[in-house]
């Protein structure tokens, strides 16, 4: 399935505006990860702010992390409010236990 093309040049216009837009920006500089970070990341093919490539970057980066994905899903979360039982199991039992799945994992949607 194509993605959106649009969604990054006018994502604010049809995704609305959120509280985010009017925060303060950071009086800090970027915190900056040199190293192999163990976090467990999820991610949607489709979502239209955090998108697909960036999270593959990602895990690449992290070889202890690992990655979360749900195929086809076209929005920005996928955790709790979307309904999409195995990627909250996995988050579920990551929060739980403080532990990583043993691999990567796809939920379809």
Same mark, same amino acid.
């Given at each position: 399935? *194509?993605?959106?093309? %649009?969604?990054? =040049?006018? !994502?604010?216009?049809?995704?609305?505006? #959120?509280?985010?837009?009017f925060?303060?920006? *950071?009086?800090?500089?970027?915190?900056?990860? $040199?190293?192999?970070?163990? $976090?467990?990341? @999820?991610? $949607?093919?489709?979502?239209?702010?955090?998108?697909?490539? !960036?999270?593959?970057?990602?895990?690449?980066?992290?070889?202890? #992390?690992?990655? @979360?994905?749900?195929?086809?899903?076209?929005?920005? !979360?996928?955790?709790?409010? =979307?309904?999409?039982?195995?990627?909250?199991?996995?988050?579920?039992?990551?929060?739980? %236990? !403080?532990?990583? *799945?043993?691999?990567d994992?796809?939920?379809?949607?």
């Open positions: 399935m *194509p993605l959106d093309c %649009t969604a990054s =040049f006018a !994502g604010p216009l049809v995704h609305n505006i #959120s509280p985010c837009e925060w303060d920006p *950071p009086a800090e500089a970027p915190t900056v990860l $040199a190293d192999d970070v163990p $976090a467990l990341l @999820v991610n $949607a093919t489709g979502d239209p702010r955090t998108r697909y490539p !960036g999270a593959l970057r990602m895990r690449e980066r992290w070889p202890s #992390s690992r990655l @979360v994905t749900v195929p086809d899903a076209l929005q920005h !979360g996928v955790y709790a409010e =979307f309904g999409n039982t195995c990627a909250d199991r996995q988050v579920n039992a990551c929060l739980a %236990t !403080g532990r990583l *799945p043993a691999r994992r796809v939920c379809r949607a």
